[in-house]
């Protein structure tokens, strides 16, 4: 409370200077770069939100999402103190201490808070730590944000509106961690083909080398020609919308994904989600607590190189694959998949796991795939179902299989639904082989060895 009414004293001393004409202390130099040294006027986009709305979305806590988080927060700071969401104690990615208290603070701390207003042609240098306040509607603008790598930056977005054509509207060149906090509606696109970075192909609308945290109250839309959000560590997401249109991946890490809670709408030319790194196979991981996601796309739904571990949240997912990885476990959410090819895909990508594995201990999994060749889930590996329902809808006669699996299908708890009828085994492969297939409470012969 006190670290929020300080917040309130210091917007209120910013909005008066600014009110009485002060202008913004920033440097700037024939290339059309700005670097800021102190707090700018503040913008007056019609779709910003002025200074005091921002001081009361800042206090507000009335939607659940904050609830949730500020329960989960301590008062400790978010360089000494962890927090994560509960989760199952046996999932296949470690969450302990993934969010930090400030990962999940919805309310940025705006006490010492500097304001940007953003203008055509401009590159915006950010070369101190802090947070800053970001506004106005440009063109041909990028956030360019560079300190050393013990430093944390935070972008609170409050109605901004950028659009370039050939380059990011946020670069992150190096930083401990930026935070990107939306407040309002904010937008972001590119429209053209990306220039690189010397040697850094700089392809996505935010772009970043670093690790990047999302989150806030509001709203970000991002268009882009190529992809949405590109970052070379970890991403994390813990609230906020994210509306994106994509021509390649709409988000993609190297490292990994975790997202602890927020509101997904995405349309994409390839993945909706993608986690790799191509230089090394164990890295590339993709965790999900919670949240809401609506994504349509060409190719895979949700694909992460070393695993995908979902503990709860809705999908509403349309792809050609819905989700792919080396170590597929479903815990919990409602997920529902429509696919053109297989619906889940547990496929060799890693040299984490000995062999490939699709696992659903919980939660409520709806997988419909149409096709000539398609399996509603497939492994290369093994198949477990512990719990949960799952219900397939998949085209009924060879060579497409409800379930397909290379190793072993073991069948412990949950229903399983085929094309409306309730089984009690995970069904044979109509493609024979060496394999076994799981009755409920144990194994039986059948199943098919893999190609």
């Given at each position: 409370?006190?670290?929020?009414?300080?917040?309130?004293i210091?917007?209120?001393?910013?909005?008066?200077?600014?009110?009485a004409?002060?202008?913004?202390?920033?440097?700037?130099?024939?290339?059309?770069?700005?670097?800021?040294t102190?707090?700018?006027?503040?913008?007056?986009?019609?779709?910003?939100?002025?200074?005091?709305?921002?001081?009361?979305?800042?206090?507000?806590?009335?939607?659940?999402?904050?609830?949730?988080?500020?329960?989960?927060?301590?008062?400790?700071?978010?360089?000494?103190?962890?927090?994560?969401?509960t989760?199952?104690?046996?999932?296949?990615?470690?969450?302990?201490?993934?969010?930090?208290?400030?990962?999940?603070?919805?309310?940025?701390?705006?006490?010492?808070a500097?304001?940007?207003?953003v203008?055509?042609?401009?590159?915006i240098?950010?070369?101190?730590?802090?947070t800053?306040?970001?506004?106005?509607?440009?063109s041909?603008c990028?956030i360019?944000?560079?300190?050393?790598?013990?430093?944390?930056?935070?972008?609170?977005?409050?109605?901004?509106?950028?659009?370039?054509?050939?380059?990011?509207?946020i670069?992150?060149v190096?930083?401990?961690?930026?935070f990107?906090?939306?407040?309002?509606?904010?937008?972001?696109?590119?429209?053209?083909?990306?220039?690189?970075?010397?040697?850094?192909?700089?392809?996505?609308?935010?772009?970043?080398?670093?690790?990047?945290?999302?989150?806030?109250?509001?709203?970000?839309?991002?268009?882009?020609s190529a992809?949405?959000?590109?970052?070379?560590?970890?991403?994390?997401f813990?609230?906020?919308?994210?509306?994106?249109?994509?021509?390649?991946?709409?988000?993609?890490?190297?490292?990994?994904?975790?997202?602890?809670?927020?509101?997904?709408n995405i349309?994409?030319?390839?993945?909706?989600?993608?986690?790799?790194?191509?230089?090394?196979?164990?890295?590339?991981?993709?965790?999900?607590?919670?949240?809401?996601?609506?994504?349509?796309?060409?190719?895979?739904?949700?694909?992460?190189?070393t695993a995908?571990?979902?503990?709860?949240?809705?999908?509403?997912?349309?792809?050609?694959?819905?989700?792919?990885?080396?170590?597929?476990?479903?815990?919990?959410?409602t997920?529902?998949?429509t696919?053109?090819?297989?619906?889940?895909?547990?496929?060799?990508?890693?040299?984490v796991?000995?062999?490939?594995?699709?696992?659903?201990?919980?939660?409520?999994?709806?997988?419909?795939?149409?096709?000539?060749?398609?399996?509603?889930?497939d492994?290369?590996?093994?198949?477990?179902?512990?719990?949960?329902?799952v219900?397939?809808?998949?085209?009924?006669?060879?060579?497409?299989?409800?379930?397909?699996?290379?190793?072993?299908?073991?069948?412990?708890?949950?229903?399983?639904?085929?094309?409306?009828?309730?089984?009690?085994?995970?069904?044979?492969?109509?493609?024979?082989?060496?394999?076994?297939?799981g009755?409920r409470?144990?194994?039986?012969?059948?199943?098919?060895?893999?190609?």
């Amino acid at each position: 409370m006190k670290k929020r009414n300080l917040a309130v004293i210091a917007l209120a001393v910013l909005l008066i200077s600014t009110a009485a004409g002060c202008n913004q202390a920033d440097t700037s130099n024939s290339t059309g770069e700005i670097s800021i040294t102190s707090t700018g006027a503040e913008s007056t986009n019609e779709n910003n939100k002025t200074i005091d709305e921002v001081i009361e979305d800042i206090g507000n806590q009335t939607n659940s999402e904050t609830s949730q988080t500020s329960q989960q927060v301590s008062e400790k700071s978010e360089d000494t103190t962890e927090a994560s969401k509960t989760s199952v104690s046996n999932g296949v990615i470690d969450t302990t201490d993934l969010f930090t208290n400030r990962d999940l603070e919805q309310n940025p701390d705006l006490s010492d808070a500097k304001s940007i207003t953003v203008s055509d042609g401009q590159t915006i240098n950010i070369t101190e730590e802090g947070t800053y306040i970001i506004s106005g509607t440009a063109s041909n603008c990028t956030i360019k944000v560079e300190v050393d790598t013990e430093s944390k930056v935070q972008l609170v977005l409050n109605g901004v509106s950028i659009t370039n054509e050939n380059f990011p509207a946020i670069y992150v060149v190096s930083a401990d961690k930026c935070f990107i906090t939306s407040v309002g509606d904010n937008s972001l696109s590119v429209t053209g083909t990306f220039d690189s970075d010397g040697n850094t192909n700089t392809d996505a609308v935010i772009f970043s080398k670093d690790d990047i945290v999302f989150n806030g109250t509001g709203t970000l839309t991002i268009n882009s020609s190529a992809n949405g959000i590109s970052g070379k560590d970890d991403i994390k997401f813990t609230g906020g919308t994210y509306n994106i249109t994509s021509v390649s991946d709409s988000i993609e890490a190297k490292d990994s994904i975790s997202v602890y809670n927020g509101t997904f709408n995405i349309t994409s030319s390839k993945d909706g989600f993608h986690s790799e790194d191509s230089d090394d196979n164990s890295k590339g991981t993709l965790y999900i607590a919670d949240g809401t996601f609506h994504i349509a796309v060409t190719s895979d739904g949700l694909q992460a190189n070393t695993a995908v571990q979902i503990d709860g949240g809705t999908f509403d997912i349309t792809a050609n694959e819905g989700i792919e990885s080396t170590y597929i476990q479903i815990n919990g959410g409602t997920v529902t998949i429509t696919a053109t090819d297989d619906g889940i895909n547990g496929s060799d990508k890693s040299n984490v796991y000995s062999k490939p594995t699709v696992e659903i201990t919980g939660g409520n999994v709806t997988v419909t795939v149409s096709g000539n060749d398609v399996d509603g889930i497939d492994s290369n590996g093994d198949i477990i179902v512990s719990g949960g329902t799952v219900n397939v809808t998949y085209p009924g006669q060879p060579p497409c299989d409800s379930f397909d699996c290379d190793g072993t299908a073991t069948y412990t708890g949950g229903t399983i639904i085929i094309n409306g009828e309730q089984v009690d085994s995970i069904p044979q492969s109509d493609r024979m082989g060496g394999g076994m297939m799981g009755g409920r409470g144990g194994m039986m012969p059948g199943g098919r060895m893999g190609f």
